[in-house]
């Protein structure tokens, strides 16, 4: 990622983090949704295919964009319309797939499970060295709740495409957490394993450090005398090891270079304010330039407000 000014930024909820092209398209689908023009409705999907016909090598990238774009469209006809009208358009069909998965987060399960599948394996077919579709199939089936050797025969698909795919890790790392399909020690051993071979900046890099605070809010769930000592919870030797593998790594500008950057830093500045570092999560609020995501601030509240308040904690 490009390094923004130390100055202090006023903070902002930004879904496309610092990716201009993407944040240019989210303020015309913006515009869009306050005019049911046809013309318009047109010229946004033409906009959107531009965008994700570029660096079409770059899965990582690719995958950010869309994932934005699902999230934003979710609500919409236009992901289905686009697919519809498109039925051989890989991008289009991945699009409708996600934001049906994305929609699917709200009702417990997808409305069409065949359809969001089929569409994903047209795609898969359309475009077979793309990890995109297996990546929304992978998705699909932990809301699903397949069975494990199911998920994990998806999730080969994905390796054998894109070693490092963050959104693939991620969405394992909920799959096998013992809220869902699997168990503490499982979370154990995939990070581990993880740990083993993973370079230190690949795109997939906060998969521990994401763990760790799904760890630490699980203890503050609790409530009582457990919530009111969380923080020791840092202290322990995988949170700290954590943290020291990635604190002064991460914020040297240049190291993370993948498309969701700003969430890992996000992510970090969080973790590093919960182990009262706060000399250390200087760097990474700087890094920032105010860019915030609602993960994981909003597990105190409004994610702004949590930003906000544990900036203003940092020593200057």
């Known amino acids: 990622m490009a390094f923004l000014s130390s ?32 013309a318009m409705t047109d010229m946004c999907v033409a906009q959107m295919s531009r965008l994700l016909e570029q660096e079409p090598d770059d899965w990582d990238r690719r995958a950010h964009r869309m994932g934005v774009l699902a999230e934003f ?18 991008n289009a069909l991945v699009l409708y797939a996600w934001s049906e998965v994305v929609r699917a987060g709200s009702r417990g399960g997808l409305e069409d499970a065949a359809g969001v599948i089929d569409s994903c394996l047209r795609a898969a077919t359309l475009t077979p060295e793309d990890p995109t579709p297996w990546v929304v199939v992978l998705s699909a089936a ?13 999730w ?3 390796l054998a495409r894109d070693r490092w795919n963050r959104q693939a890790y991620l969405t394992m790392l909920g799959y096998l957490a013992p809220e869902e ?43 009582g005398f457990e919530a009111l000592v969380a923080r020791n919870h840092w202290s322990l030797t995988s949170g700290a090891r954590a943290l020291d593998h990635v604190a002064h790594t991460w914020v040297q500008p240049g190291f993370l270079r993948h498309a969701r950057a700003c969430a890992d830093l996000n992510l970090l500045a969080y973790a590093l304010m919960a ?25 105190g509240g409004d994610p702004l ?5 544990a900036q203003r904690r940092v020593p200057q």
Not at 73 to 90: H, K, Q, V, Y
Not at 188 to 203: G, K, Q, S, T, W
Request: aromatic share 8%; proline share 6%.
């Open 275 to 299: 182990a009262d570092r706060r000399h250390e999560a200087r760097a990474a609020f700087e890094a920032l330039g105010g860019i915030v995501t609602p993960w994981p601030w909003q597990a």
């Open 142 to 154: 932990r809301v699903e709740r397949w069975e494990q050797p199911q998920v994990f025969g998806v």
């Open 305 to 309: 407000t949590g930003f906000e308040q």
């Open 7 to 38: 100055r202090r930024r006023r903070s902002r909820l930004a879904p496309e983090l610092d990716d201009e092209d993407l944040g240019k398209l989210m303020k015309n689908l913006v515009a869009t949704t306050r005019t049911s023009a046809i």
């Open 73 to 90: 469209l979710a609500g919409s006809r236009l992901p289905s319309s686009w697919a519809t009208r498109e039925p051989r358009n890989a």
């Open 181 to 223: 399909a699997g168990s503490r020690m499982q979370v154990l051993e995939f990070v581990d394993a993880l740990r083993a071979h993973m370079p230190a900046n690949a795109p997939c890099a906060a998969t521990e450090l994401t763990a760790q605070v799904f760890q630490y809010h699980s203890v503050l769930d609790r409530g």
């Open 156 to 158: 080969n698909e994905v």
